[in-house]
Every structure is written in structure tokens, then in C-alpha cells.
């Protein structure tokens, strides 16, 4: 009997039409690189509501694996510890789930493992020395600097090994909850660094932060100047 012709063929046009591409963008999203959005006004200046940032998925794997290490100055993406309740959430873009969970943040690492970190008088100290943060130092300086709050006067804290102390950029009272507020982050819990902005395209050239101390502060910004280009690299402060 002659064995049935063209499976092999079938088998094969089935693979290159759909399981490579479905096998490569699994690898992609695993490996690769994802996109995150930048939710709130805790980055400004830095970063504002609504960008979107790309987090390379390989240089948090190493990292989690002890290949590497973050640096000062970088932005990462990551979930506040565990022990975080106040970070847990149910509501996902409006949406109310069933169940608990640990949204991803976006901060930026400023204590380094076995650094020493508080923020006095709203300027902070790293090992004792101020932090050089020029253009978050301005912008603040220039509108409502919190300086007299618990987080803006916080008790010095030694970062461990394996973890980092991060921070928004947002220095106004209340403007972001970071490692002042639920500590150092653990590396396992970084899913990685963002190296660039590539949304919106352009933006207006300036945003004005809201001084009223009132929840969601990103909805108040206020916006002027013309429109420039935005996506860029994402070095230190």
C-alpha cells in the first residue's frame, strides 16, 4: 500500500506559518522586551502619566540570577515587597478583580546594597552625602519642595544585600510612595530597568504638578509650552 503523500509538508507548512512565529514571540516576551506604561505623577519630572517605557526582560533575568547589577540613577520596574499591604490592590484600570495583587511600579534606585539612605529636610543623603539630583532638585525647588513631612525627614536605613532603595521623583508631600514608605526592594522582585521612552511622541514641553496633596495628582498637571519630541534614552537623574 502507498503511505499517504504530503503530511510531512502539511506538518511543516503548519510550523512555519504558525508555531515558529507563536515559539519566537513567546521567547520575545519572556526574554526580550515589554513595554510599560507609566501610571500616576510619581516620576515627574522625570517621567510623566502615560509613557510608555521599555524594559529589556534579559537584564532582569540576570540580574535575578546574580549576573550584573543595577545602578544609581536607574529607572526599574517592580513590585513592592510582600509584606506591602497597603500595596495591594483589586482595581486594574478602573476595573474591580476578585482577587489581590501587586501592580508594577516605576521608581528610581537610589540606595545601592549596603548604602545608607535617609532623607533629611527633604534633600537625601546616601552614606551622608547629599544625592546629586540636579533637575529633580530644580523642578521641586521652583514649586512645592516637601521638606517638613515623615517622608521628607525619614530615619536612616541600611540597604541589604540583594535589595535596593528606590524612589520617585516627586518630591511634593505625598507625591510617591517608595522604599521611604514599605522599604528596600528585593532584586526577585525587579522585573527590570526601563532604557527608554518610546510613547507618546511628543509632548508639550512643560508639566506643572499640583501642590493640593490630593489623589491623583496626574490628573491636575498642567501642561504648557510647545509640543517636542519625547522618546529618548532614559539615563540617571
Known amino acids: 500500500?502507498?503511505?499517504?503523500?504530503?503530511?510531512?509538508?502539511?506538518?511543516?507548512?503548519?510550523?512555519?506559518?504558525w508555531g515558529s512565529p507563536a515559539l519566537v514571540a513567546l521567547l520575545f516576551t519572556q526574554f526580550g522586551a515589554t513595554a510599560v506604561?507609566?501610571?500616576?505623577a510619581s516620576m515627574l519630572p522625570g517621567l510623566r502619566h502615560g509613557e510608555q517605557l521599555v524594559v529589556p526582560k534579559v537584564e532582569g533575568w540576570a540580574h535575578r540570577a546574580g549576573l550584573g547589577t543595577y545602578a544609581r540613577g536607574d529607572v526599574v520596574v517592580f513590585k513592592p515587597p510582600r509584606?506591602?499591604?497597603?500595596e495591594w490592590t483589586r482595581e486594574y484600570r478602573g476595573v474591580t478583580l476578585p482577587w489581590a495583587y501587586r501592580p508594577y511600579l516605576v521608581k528610581r534606585v537610589v540606595g545601592l546594597p549596603g548604602d545608607t539612605v535617609q532623607?533629611?529636610?527633604?534633600?537625601?543623603l546616601v552614606n551622608g552625602q547629599p544625592l546629586p539630583e540636579p533637575r529633580t532638585q530644580a523642578?521641586?525647588?521652583?514649586?512645592?519642595?516637601?521638606?517638613?513631612?515623615p517622608l521628607a525627614n525619614t530615619p536612616a536605613v541600611?540597604?541589604?544585600?540583594?535589595?535596593?532603595?528606590?524612589?520617585?521623583?516627586?518630591?511634593?508631600e505625598g507625591g510617591s510612595l517608595d522604599s521611604r514608605v514599605f522599604g528596600p526592594v528585593d532584586t526577585a522582585d525587579i522585573a527590570g530597568r526601563a532604557v527608554a521612552s518610546v510613547c507618546p511622541l511628543t509632548?508639550?514641553?512643560?508639566?506643572?504638578?499640583?501642590?493640593?496633596?490630593?489623589a491623583h495628582p496626574e490628573r491636575r498637571v498642567q501642561l504648557s509650552g510647545a509640543a517636542h519630541w519625547n522618546p529618548r534614552l532614559l539615563p540617571g537623574d
Open 119 to 124: 532623607v533629611r529636610g527633604g534633600t537625601v
Open 158 to 172: 541600611t540597604v541589604p544585600a540583594g535589595a535596593y532603595f528606590v524612589m520617585g521623583d516627586n518630591r511634593s
Open 139 to 149: 523642578y521641586w525647588d521652583a514649586s512645592c519642595h516637601d521638606t517638613a513631612s
Open 83 to 86: 509584606s506591602a499591604a497597603a
Open 37 to 40: 506604561r507609566v501610571d500616576g
Open 1 to 17: 500500500m502507498t503511505p499517504p503523500q504530503g503530511r510531512p509538508g502539511r506538518w511543516r507548512t503548519l510550523w512555519q506559518e
Open 203 to 214: 509632548v508639550p514641553e512643560h508639566a506643572q504638578a499640583p501642590c493640593d496633596g490630593q
